[in-house]
């Protein structure tokens, strides 16, 4: 089955903590991202990349790092300094490179709660 | 950077009745404007877009409408049903810009049978 693949679906962290979220997709798109979501708001940006070995911040960058060796593949790691980390994760992807806006597609989303 | 409202934040509707949720933008440059449907616990699910180039675009029961001279963007639910109750997502993005959606605050749309 083509599609983005969460993982954990669910994840408690300690105070002072790194983790680490996982995000594949089979779609062959060159395009991903990563949006928070708080509970009854809407979705804001943190990373995003266009091409392998390449990402820019989004609107909520601090406290969060990125990598993006494959192209299959995108992390996001939830570092120590974010102070508010308990949120709802989404993974998305697009196809990309066209200069244009494309359709997102989004995974099944991590929850993370901090313990 | 853009910014996107949305209204109402919840709406309750009959069921066979329609539903309308409205978004503003307030950059110019954006282009690109898809609707979203999350079932709770779940990522979000596109059910239309629109582009800058039209005006109008229907989908059976769903409908969008884009103002560009004003800067706001509706969708449009027909004969709803209850498994239309969910919360949706409006969304703008400017391609050039690295097609980065930002999104509305979200409407809960239920559904009462």
């Known amino acids: 089955d083509g599609g983005i693949t969460q993982s954990p679906k669910y994840l408690f962290r300690k105070e002072g903590q790194n983790v680490t979220l996982s995000c594949e997709q089979n779609?062959?798109?060159?395009?991903m991202y990563w949006y928070r979501q708080d509970p009854g708001q809407g979705l804001r940006l943190i990373y995003y990349?266009?091409?392998?070995?390449?990402?820019q911040k989004g609107d909520i960058a601090e406290g969060y790092s990125v990598s993006r060796e494959k192209k299959e593949s995108f992390p996001l790691t939830v570092t120590s300094a974010q102070k508010n980390p308990t949120a709802f994760y989404l993974c998305?992807?697009?196809?990309?490179?066209?200069?244009?806006?494309?359709?997102?597609?989004f995974g099944e989303g991590s929850w993370l709660t901090v313990v | 950077g853009e910014n996107v409202e949305q209204h109402p934040s919840t709406l309750s509707v009959q069921e066979g009745d329609s539903a309308v949720i409205k978004c503003t933008y307030s950059?110019?440059?954006?282009?690109?404007f898809p609707w979203y449907k999350q079932e709770l616990g779940k990522g979000p699910q596109l059910i239309i877009d629109?582009?800058?180039?039209?005006g109008e675009k229907k989908d059976q029961r769903i409908a969008v409408t884009l103002n560009k001279t004003a800067k706001h963007f509706s969708l449009h639910i027909t004969e709803t049903q209850p498994e239309d109750s969910a919360v949706y997502f409006c969304?703008?993005?400017?391609?050039?810009?690295?097609?980065?959606?930002?999104f509305g605050g979200g409407t809960r749309v239920l559904v009462k049978p």
């Open positions: 998305a992807s697009s196809i990309g490179g066209t200069g244009m806006s494309d359709t997102i597609y």
């Open positions: 779609l062959n798109h060159d395009a």
């Open positions: 990349s266009q091409i392998v070995n390449d990402f």
């Open positions: 950059d110019s440059a954006s282009n690109y």
């Open positions: 629109i582009r800058s180039n039209v």
């Open positions: 969304a703008a993005s400017i391609g050039a810009a690295g097609n980065k959606l930002t």
